[in-house]
Nanobody, 123 residues
């Protein structure tokens, strides 16, 4: 399976963006999916995860209440709605397909990664 992210770009603080992660086939429908990000000079960090049915989600504390992860298995697509963006959200965002049905915060539990989409937030 291949994952392709889209929806990134330059925005101003307080703006919203919706990222999408499209899978090349239906294999992700039975797997948890996650969004991670990596800012320049920093390690990759977990942002949000969703279970295979979409009934369980988790978020890093810094985005709770602002970001929402969702999925449409019929479209083989996972989304990350990002509201009230801050300078600290500037990073390259990656989606990943998990090894199991429920999400994990560890990148080691994800097997397939996309190339990422850049989000740049300015004041």
């Amino acid at each position: 399976v291949q994952l392709v992210e889209s929806g990134g770009g330059p925005v101003q603080a307080g703006d919203s963006l919706r990222l999408a992660c499209a899978a090349s086939d239906r294999t992700i429908s039975n797997n948890a999916m996650g969004w991670f990000r990596q800012a320049p000079g920093k390690e990759r960090e977990f942002v949000a995860g969703i279970s295979w049915r979409g009934d369980s989600t988790r978020y890093v504390d810094t985005v709770k209440g602002r970001f929402t992860i969702s999925r449409d298995n019929a479209k083989n697509t996972v989304y990350l709605q990002m509201n009230n963006l801050t300078l600290g959200d500037t990073a390259r965002y990656f989606c990943a397909s998990g090894r199991s049905s429920y999400s994990s915060t560890s990148g080691a539990d994800y097997v397939t990664w996309g190339q990422g989409t850049q989000v740049i937030v300015s004041s």
